[in-house]
């Protein structure tokens, strides 16, 4: 099994909107709806912003959407705000009790 | 709410076993996945494996020739093992707990503990 793919980096001004994608295979984001996404600020702990393809932790805002087409995910972050620069993290089941992590992108707001 | 907190070595040698603890408070760790996850420096997440609070098991399979995650529900912790090591293993290791009412998400993480693999 190999790793998601995702972009090493996106960008957006403030109030604007940043979409990253995450890419697997029909073996595993395409065949299951197990997608999360973590959030990671450098030297702390990830944390969940969304799971199962679209559904938000309470606690997280409504400016973070989640959704899938086929074998790629996709996370959203609506009206951008200088405190979402941060890395961003996709992960998703991979069938027989295996799990992968995408490779991360670094979301920067100019 | 339920914290996470990594314990063990900080350096370990190449060739040697690494032993990392997760002690699980304000919570039971009955019913849930207990999962190890690590980041090398500057590179992404990688998952190690996980264990249900029964004892159940299962590894990355790149790595399950070396690794061992055990539970010990009377102390709310659970272990990982991992043997024969290289530089390679360098890395922020954390503990999570996978939610099966966020469908199996990881939504609580331990602050994570740096091991580095060195002579």
């Known amino acids: 099994q190999s790793a998601l793919t995702q972009p090493p980096s996106a960008s957006g001004s403030p109030g604007q909107s940043v979409t990253m994608s995450c890419t697997g295979t029909?073996?595993?984001?395409?065949?299951?709806?197990?997608v999360s996404w973590y959030q990671q600020y450098p030297g702390k702990a990830p944390k969940l912003m969304i799971y199962?393809?679209?559904k938000r932790p309470s606690g997280v805002p409504d400016r973070f959407s989640g959704s899938k087409s086929g074998n790629t995910a996709s996370l959203t972050v609506s009206g951008l705000q200088a405190e979402d620069e941060a890395d961003y993290y996709c992960?998703?089941?991979?069938?027989?009790?295996?799990?992968?992590f995408g490779g991360g992108t670094k979301v920067t707001v100019l | 709410q339920v914290q996470l907190q990594e314990s063990g070595p900080g350096l370990v040698k190449p060739s040697e076993t690494l032993s990392l603890t997760c002690t699980v408070s304000g919570g039971s760790i009955n019913n849930y996945y207990w999962s190890w996850i690590r980041q090398p420096p500057g590179k992404g997440l990688e998952w190690i494996g996980f264990?249900?609070?029964?004892?159940?098991?299962n590894y990355n399979p790149s790595l399950k020739s070396r690794v061992t995650i055990s539970v010990d529900t009377s102390k709310n912790q659970f272990s990982l093992e991992l043997t024969s090591v290289t530089a390679a293993d360098t890395a922020v290791y954390y503990c999570?707990?996978?939610?099966?009412?966020?469908?199996?998400?990881?939504?609580?993480w331990g602050q994570g503990t740096l091991v580095t693999v060195s002579s």
């Open positions: 029909s073996s595993d984001v395409g065949n299951y709806n197990y």
């Open positions: 264990i249900y609070y029964s004892g159940t098991t």
């Open positions: 199962e393809v679209s």
């Open positions: 999570a707990r996978q939610n099966s009412i966020a469908a199996y998400a990881y939504d609580c």
């Open positions: 992960s998703s089941y991979a069938g027989s009790s295996n799990w992968l």
